[in-house]
């Protein structure tokens, strides 16, 4: 397979390679306090009997940028379908699924995208990486980077959660702490990586945050199909066995869901669960398009609003879900573009109603996780009763609840 990176607003193609980042001439287009422009997309073209083509078309291969042999060695992704059989009884709703993203060796979907950032440094022999994160990205990072043997340079801002600061630290990271928001500490990290050349990881800014996301849809549709066809135990944990490279065994078959519920801040999972989708649409794996539903906090919402209204209007954030906690999502430009194309929508919830999914979710199924996780939830509740009873739903729940326990803590009364 040939790789490029493709600017989906000029259509112009470049090598995906060190120190390429955004578009040339779409990057200068953005104004300050908006999303970044000239995002660039990860593209493939491929001879029909090219061997990893081959594969792919046969669902034993994810297409990714970068050769598998250059993976840092640690288990990232592959992580199980639930089908959570109490909640779904009490919901009396058969056909949802928890996409428990939790399991990730850093404790969140982020590994996704550091795994293959992390690959990448490998295969270019570079030495180090250096992000802005609200703290999963930076944990992820510096797990990956710990695993690989590259150096990892984190900019979270002072009010990050101690566990994912803390994390960073165990790992080896090097911690910066910025007196300020997000924002601040993205601005920060660019400075440090334009001054020095160092790999940044930047979510959005490095096209390849958004591709290595896209894995979380390929085993999505993988085990909805292994549970549509098991006739015992229907999807108890849908025999999660698929990852980059590694055949299932057994022909694999792929299943798209009716809907998809993610948890929304500069809008790259949402991104690149799109991409993993277009790319089993054009792979011919999946026939359908599952709705997106992208899930947001109502004190940080600028996806929601622009979805409704056309444009970003930066305001700030304020929500107790920090990873989901941005003033201007990054990569807001990118996720409309797709979530407008396939019908996507958005919904908000206020923090009681994410801190009551978070309790519910956590003693209605045994899977504990972090507030933005819980906002995905508290969005699927508050919009269940416009689904049909029996379609195939899928709550994306991207970190752990160990994460914050602050919060937790305060939403059962207990004092830490
Ligand atoms: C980063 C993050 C999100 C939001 O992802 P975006 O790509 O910023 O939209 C959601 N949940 C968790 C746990 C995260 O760490």
Redo the contacts with the bound molecule.
Sequence with gaps: MKWFYSCPGCGKTYAIEPGRYLCDDCAGRAMPGQPLEGVLECLWAADADDADMRAAREGRLIPLPVEQRFFPPLPVGNTPLWAPGRLRKELDAPGLFLKDDTRNPSG???DRASWLVGAFALRHGIKEIALAS?G??ASSMACVGAAAGIRVKVFVPASAPAAKRIQVLQYGGELVEVRGTYDKAFDESLAYTEATGVLSRN?AYNPLTIEGKKTAAFEIAKDLALSANARTRLGDFGGASFCYGRSAGAEPGFLAPDHVFV????????SGLIKGFEDMLRLGLVRTMPVFWACQAEGSSAIARALDSGEFIALPSETLAD??S?DVPR?GSFALRKLKKYGGKAVTVDDSRIAAAQRRLASGSGLFV?P??ACAFACYLKVKETLGRAERVVIML??SGLKDIKNAAAAVGAVL
């Design positions: 969140s979907f982020k609200t999963n990205a979510t948890p929304v801040g500069d809008g790259v999972i949402l990873s989901i941005v990569n972090e933005s996780s991207t970190g």
